[in-house]
T-cell receptor, first 117, second 113 residues
Framework: GAVVSQHPSRVICKSGTSVKIECRSLDFQATTMFWYRQFPKQSLMLMAT?????????EQGVEKDKFLINHASLTLSTLTVTSAHPEDSSFYICSAKGPFDSNQPQHFGDGTRLSIL | GNSVTQMEGPVTLSEEAFLTINCTYTATGYPSLFWYVQYPGEGLQLLLKATKADDKGSNKGFEATYRKETTSFHLEKGSVQVSDSAVYFCALRNSGGYNKLIFGAGTRLAVHP
């Protein structure tokens, strides 16, 4: 089945550091990728939707300058948390879908746990 | 707007007990409905789905039927195992746009031997 790889799985870094998270589709072309944030014991909150080669669409309340999304190829999207602070600590999950499977579900990565000290 | 409401957890069961996790939705049009499972420290895995009214999704002993008249998609399993302990998310996806998923709050299931 379709596989989405997310890297790294865990990041611990100091406040003020910028952190990049990668999301790769391993066996299909991901024309659309989604980035979610999940707080402990809560549901997933969609942060943004990105289409290959175009600017990401951010959900209301998500700072686009804080959470930079790049989707430069059909197999890779990156989320960069700029100048991260402790309140940015969370579990970030990406998902991806291909171009012709409007009735098929998104395929999720295993998530990245970000801890800012 | 579109929304998904799940029963609150945690749900605690003994092994081999019957499981029901309720899910109701509000949506315009004809959404597709999904159940995802999240094991500790991991991302989400699709458990089952249904794309139209009266469809029944099933996988690994879990079932859910798309009920348009009651706008529900309740998850059931006849006999749970300890390995089923996880968080279960009900979700809907409307057609059009970028096919965004809208998730319920999640229900934590704990199964004891």
């Amino acid at each position: 089945g379709a596989v989405v790889s997310q890297h790294p799985s865990r990041v611990i870094c100091k406040s003020g550091t910028s952190v990049k998270i990668e999301c790769r589709s391993l066996d299909f072309q991901a024309t659309t990728m989604f980035w979610y944030r999940q707080f402990p014991k809560q549901s997933l909150m969609l942060m943004a939707t990105s289409n290959e080669g175009s600017k990401a669409t951010y959900e209301q309340g998500v700072e686009k300058d804080k959470f930079l999304i790049n989707h430069a190829s059909l197999t890779l999207s990156t989320l960069t948390v700029t100048s991260a602070h402790p309140e940015d600590s969370s579990f970030y999950i990406c998902s991806a879908k291909g171009p012709f499977d409007s009735n098929q579900p998104q395929h999720f990565g295993d998530g990245t746990r970000l801890s800012i000290l | 707007g579109n929304s998904v409401t799940q029963m609150e957890g945690p749900v605690t069961l003994s092994e081999e007990a019957f499981l029901t996790i309720n899910c109701t939705y509000t949506a315009t049009g004809y959404p597709s409905l999904f159940w995802y499972v999240q094991y500790p420290g991991e991302g989400l895995q699709l458990l089952l789905k249904a794309t139209k009214a009266d469809d029944k999704g099933s996988n690994k002993g879990f079932e859910a039927t798309y009920r348009k008249e009651t706008t529900s998609f309740h998850l059931e399993k006849g006999s749970v195992q300890v390995s089923d302990s996880a968080v279960y998310f009900c979700a809907l996806r409307n057609s059009g746009g970028y096919n965004k998923l809208i998730f319920g709050a999640g229900t934590r299931l704990a199964v004891h031997p």
